[in-house]
């Protein structure tokens, strides 16, 4: 198993572009979400999950869309890029959402982007 | 929304010290995770937990769910521990909404 890739590894846009950050799992995890990680504050969550065709939103979703065609695989799009958004972002699975004990959470290796 | 504290914010120790690393946190949980996170970014689950205690080598998880904490616990520190341990929370309602993440604990162990 390959667990959870992201592409790319490392990004640098100019504000106003568009770009979609790639993250797919081969464990038939129910549950997908990205989250950003910024210095100096914990990891934060964009948008999540719990199964092909439905996505919600999480703490952060301003400027960011997702889609869930697939079980495999949970892109998340960048609209109109801005440097606000420079940031390492995060993709993880896991089994179900939780339920009464949570569940195991699997990270990808990140994507560092830069927006100029 | 849940607020999860760890502390220390930063910590080095020699290498053989005993680690000890808090998280605290304000709303009821239904589970708590350490995770781990190595220069270079990868982040990787130590342990899962929901009530007591779980051992795996070196590393020991506890926690309190009525005083809302949960300890992580380093014996026989070496070099390769250093990186920065995660505490993150689920909801008790189930977590579809995600973990809430403390800001992390920066740890270098010396040789």
């Known amino acids: 198993n390959a667990g959870v890739t992201q592409t790319p590894k490392f990004q640098v846009l100019k504000t106003g572009q568009s770009m979609t950050l790639q993250c797919a799992q081969d464990?038939?995890?129910?549950?997908m979400s990205w989250y950003r990680q910024d210095p100096g504050m914990g990891l934060r969550l964009i948008h999540y999950?719990?199964?092909?065709?439905?996505?919600d939103q999480g703490e952060v979703p301003n400027g960011y869309n997702v889609s869930r065609s697939t079980t495999e695989d949970f892109p998340l799009r960048l609209l109109s890029a801005a440097p606000s958004q420079t940031s390492v972002y995060f993709c993880?699975?896991?089994?179900?959402?939780?339920?009464?004990?949570?569940?195991?959470?699997?990270f990808g290796p990140g994507t560092r982007l830069t927006v100029l | 929304k849940n607020e999860v504290e760890q502390s220390p914010q930063n910590l080095t120790a020699q290498e053989g010290e005993f680690i000890t690393i808090n998280c605290s946190y304000s709303?009821?949980?239904?589970?708590l995770h350490w995770l781990q996170q190595h220069p270079g970014g990868g982040i990787v689950s130590l342990f899962m937990?929901?009530?007591g205690k779980k051992k795996h080598g070196r590393l020991i998880a506890t926690i309190n769910i009525q005083e809302k904490h949960s300890s992580l616990h380093i014996t026989a520190s070496h070099p390769r521990d250093s990186a920065v341990y995660i505490c993150?929370?689920?909801?008790?309602?189930?977590?579809?909404?995600?973990?809430?993440f403390g800001k992390g604990t920066h740890l270098i162990i010396q040789p």
């Open positions: 993150a929370v689920v909801g008790s309602g189930g977590g579809a909404d995600g973990l809430t």
């Open positions: 993880a699975s896991s089994r179900t959402s939780g339920g009464a004990r949570g569940y195991e959470q699997f």
């Open positions: 464990m038939n995890h129910e549950y």
């Open positions: 999950s719990v199964g092909a065709g439905i996505t």
């Open positions: 937990l929901s009530s």
């Open positions: 709303v009821g949980i239904s589970a």
